[in-house]
């Protein structure tokens, strides 16, 4: 990020919002360095909204990618009764 750019800091609900979790769930990203937080004494945690974006990318295409594999994987027809 070039000095330029200004980093956009979310609150935890916003960031839940946008990754589909429970903001109680976001210290534990935080933690494996999955997203970026800044804790300021006495105020809520902020998240970073380019690392929260970039998790929500990611997290999307995996799901995309499991969902194909799953619905374009072989198929086997299934019979019921006179085999």
């Excluded at 800091?9 to 210290?27: D, E, F, I, M």
């Excluded at 006495?42 to 929260?52: E, S």
């Excluded at 970039?54 to 995309?64: G, P, V, W």
């Amino acid at each position: 990020m070039s000095s330029k750019e200004t980093q956009e800091w979310v609150s935890g609900v916003h960031a839940g919002k946008r990754l589909a979790c429970t903001p109680r769930q976001l210290p534990k990203l935080a933690a494996k360095g999955l997203i970026t937080v800044r804790r300021i004494p006495g105020c809520a945690p902020r998240y970073l909204l380019a690392d929260v974006d970039r998790l929500a990318s990611q997290a999307t295409q995996l799901a995309q990618s499991l969902a194909s594999q799953v619905n374009g994987g072989p198929t086997q027809e299934i019979t019921h009764g006179d085999a």
